[in-house]
Protein backbone atom coordinates (compact mmCIF):
# COMPACT_ATOMS: atom_id res chain seq x y z
CA UNK A 1 0.00 0.00 0.00
CA UNK A 2 3.15 2.41 0.87
CA UNK A 3 4.45 1.59 -2.56
CA UNK A 4 1.28 2.25 -4.54
CA UNK A 5 0.48 5.81 -2.41
CA UNK A 6 4.53 6.65 -2.98
CA UNK A 7 4.15 5.95 -6.70
CA UNK A 8 0.84 8.25 -6.65
CA UNK A 9 2.48 10.63 -4.91
CA UNK A 10 5.72 10.59 -7.12
CA UNK A 11 3.50 11.06 -10.12
CA UNK A 12 1.33 14.18 -8.88
CA UNK A 13 4.87 15.87 -7.82
CA UNK A 14 6.28 15.13 -11.79
CA UNK A 15 2.57 16.47 -13.02
CA UNK A 16 3.13 19.62 -11.22
CA UNK A 17 6.45 20.39 -11.18
CA UNK A 18 6.71 20.30 -14.91
CA UNK A 19 4.05 22.16 -15.22
CA UNK A 20 1.06 20.81 -15.70
CA UNK A 21 -0.94 22.65 -13.31
CA UNK A 22 -1.01 26.37 -14.33
CA UNK A 23 1.12 28.91 -13.13
CA UNK A 24 -2.47 30.56 -12.49
CA UNK A 25 -3.04 28.88 -9.96
CA UNK A 26 -0.41 29.83 -7.72
CA UNK A 27 1.08 33.37 -6.30
CA UNK A 28 4.49 34.20 -5.35
CA UNK A 29 4.93 34.30 -1.55
CA UNK A 30 7.57 36.64 -0.71
CA UNK A 31 9.00 36.59 2.69
CA UNK A 32 8.87 39.33 5.26
CA UNK A 33 12.22 39.84 4.92
CA UNK A 34 12.20 39.78 0.84
CA UNK A 35 15.11 36.95 1.29
CA UNK A 36 13.00 34.04 -0.28
CA UNK A 37 9.58 33.34 -2.00
CA UNK A 38 7.68 30.19 -2.63
CA UNK A 39 4.67 29.81 -4.87
CA UNK A 40 1.74 29.53 -3.12
CA UNK A 41 -1.52 28.16 -4.37
CA UNK A 42 -4.17 30.59 -4.28
CA UNK A 43 -6.77 29.11 -2.15
CA UNK A 44 -4.18 30.00 0.48
CA UNK A 45 -5.48 33.49 1.37
CA UNK A 46 -2.70 35.19 4.50
CA UNK A 47 -5.13 35.04 7.58
CA UNK A 48 -2.85 36.68 10.30
CA UNK A 49 0.81 37.66 11.04
CA UNK A 50 2.55 37.56 14.41
CA UNK A 51 6.24 38.95 15.31
CA UNK A 52 8.28 38.15 18.43
CA UNK A 53 11.81 40.50 18.76
CA UNK A 54 12.65 39.06 21.44
CA UNK A 55 12.99 35.60 19.89
CA UNK A 56 13.31 37.08 16.31
CA UNK A 57 10.39 35.32 15.02
CA UNK A 58 7.57 35.76 12.24
CA UNK A 59 4.63 33.84 11.81
CA UNK A 60 2.46 33.84 9.00
CA UNK A 61 -0.98 32.00 9.08
CA UNK A 62 -2.70 31.59 5.94
CA UNK A 63 -6.34 29.48 5.28
CA UNK A 64 -7.73 28.34 2.62
CA UNK A 65 -12.12 28.13 2.29
CA UNK A 66 -12.14 23.98 3.29
CA UNK A 67 -10.48 24.40 6.85
CA UNK A 68 -7.29 23.94 5.67
CA UNK A 69 -4.21 25.97 7.72
CA UNK A 70 -0.95 26.85 6.79
CA UNK A 71 1.73 28.55 9.21
CA UNK A 72 5.13 30.21 8.21
CA UNK A 73 7.25 30.46 10.95
CA UNK A 74 10.80 31.85 10.70
CA UNK A 75 13.38 32.15 13.53
CA UNK A 76 16.59 33.88 12.47
CA UNK A 77 19.40 32.39 14.60
CA UNK A 78 22.81 31.32 12.95
CA UNK A 79 23.19 28.42 15.62
CA UNK A 80 19.81 26.59 15.25
CA UNK A 81 20.86 23.20 13.50
CA UNK A 82 18.12 21.42 11.39
CA UNK A 83 18.26 17.59 10.54
CA UNK A 84 16.29 14.63 10.30
CA UNK A 85 17.31 13.35 13.87
CA UNK A 86 17.01 16.81 15.73
CA UNK A 87 13.52 16.58 13.92
CA UNK A 88 12.70 13.52 14.84
CA UNK A 89 14.23 14.14 18.37
CA UNK A 90 11.23 17.12 18.61
CA UNK A 91 8.72 14.81 17.53
CA UNK A 92 9.31 12.36 19.96
CA UNK A 93 9.23 14.85 22.56
CA UNK A 94 5.76 15.61 22.33
CA UNK A 95 3.40 12.29 23.31
CA UNK A 96 0.47 14.17 21.74
CA UNK A 97 2.02 13.55 18.60
CA UNK A 98 2.09 10.49 16.05
CA UNK A 99 4.32 10.21 13.15
CA UNK A 100 2.69 8.51 10.45
CA UNK A 101 6.12 9.12 8.02
CA UNK A 102 9.17 11.12 7.94
CA UNK A 103 9.85 12.57 4.95
CA UNK A 104 12.63 14.39 2.99
CA UNK A 105 12.34 17.03 0.76
CA UNK A 106 15.41 18.46 -1.59
CA UNK A 107 15.27 21.78 -2.75
CA UNK A 108 17.51 22.99 -5.36
CA UNK A 109 20.04 25.24 -4.53
CA UNK A 110 18.82 25.50 -0.50
CA UNK A 111 19.17 21.90 0.62
CA UNK A 112 16.86 19.43 2.23
CA UNK A 113 13.98 20.19 4.23
CA UNK A 114 12.95 18.00 6.82
CA UNK A 115 9.58 16.64 7.48
CA UNK A 116 7.11 14.56 8.59
CA UNK A 117 3.39 13.72 8.44
CA UNK A 118 1.54 13.85 11.66
CA UNK A 119 -1.41 13.23 13.73
CA UNK A 120 -1.90 15.27 16.86
CA UNK A 121 -3.86 13.79 19.31
CA UNK A 122 -4.72 16.43 21.57
CA UNK A 123 -6.18 18.25 19.10
CA UNK A 124 -7.72 15.91 16.50
CA UNK A 125 -5.55 18.09 13.65
CA UNK A 126 -3.68 16.25 11.04
CA UNK A 127 -0.35 17.71 9.73
CA UNK A 128 2.29 18.07 7.85
CA UNK A 129 5.79 19.18 9.44
CA UNK A 130 8.49 20.90 7.49
CA UNK A 131 11.56 22.66 8.85
CA UNK A 132 14.64 24.02 6.59
CA UNK A 133 17.43 26.13 6.93
CA UNK A 134 18.27 29.37 4.87
CA UNK A 135 21.12 30.95 5.60
CA UNK A 136 20.28 32.44 9.19
CA UNK A 137 16.71 31.68 9.49
CA UNK A 138 15.05 28.49 10.30
CA UNK A 139 11.80 28.00 8.09
CA UNK A 140 8.96 25.74 9.41
CA UNK A 141 5.82 25.36 7.34
CA UNK A 142 2.98 23.62 8.92
CA UNK A 143 -0.03 22.09 6.97
CA UNK A 144 -2.83 21.73 9.09
CA UNK A 145 -6.36 20.26 9.39
CA UNK A 146 -9.10 18.39 11.03
CA UNK A 147 -8.91 15.41 8.28
CA UNK A 148 -6.21 13.68 7.07
CA UNK A 149 -4.82 14.58 4.32
CA UNK A 150 -5.19 12.84 0.41
CA UNK A 151 -2.56 11.82 -1.17
CA UNK A 152 -3.30 14.95 -3.97
CA UNK A 153 -3.04 17.95 -0.96
CA UNK A 154 -0.23 16.14 0.23
CA UNK A 155 1.45 15.99 -2.96
CA UNK A 156 0.62 19.87 -3.19
CA UNK A 157 1.87 21.04 0.29
CA UNK A 158 5.54 19.12 -0.87
CA UNK A 159 5.44 21.12 -4.64
CA UNK A 160 4.97 24.50 -2.54
CA UNK A 161 7.80 23.56 -0.39
CA UNK A 162 10.10 22.35 -3.17
CA UNK A 163 9.57 25.53 -4.85
CA UNK A 164 11.00 27.52 -2.15
CA UNK A 165 13.90 29.58 -3.46
CA UNK A 166 16.72 31.95 -2.13
CA UNK A 167 16.19 35.56 -3.25
CA UNK A 168 18.88 37.72 -1.41
Known sequence: MRRITAAIMAFIL??????CAGKS????YTSKDEDWSVNMPKEFIKDKEESDEQLK???????????????????????????????KEEMEEDHYLKVERYDTIEI??????????VSDEATGMAMLYY????????????????????TEQEAKAIATISTFKGLK
Open 131 to 150: RLKYKDKAVSFIFYRKASFS
Open 14 to 19: IFLAAG
Open 108 to 117: KNIGKAYGAV
Open 25 to 28: DTYL
Open 57 to 87: SNTISFKTENESFLAINEITDEKIEISEEIL
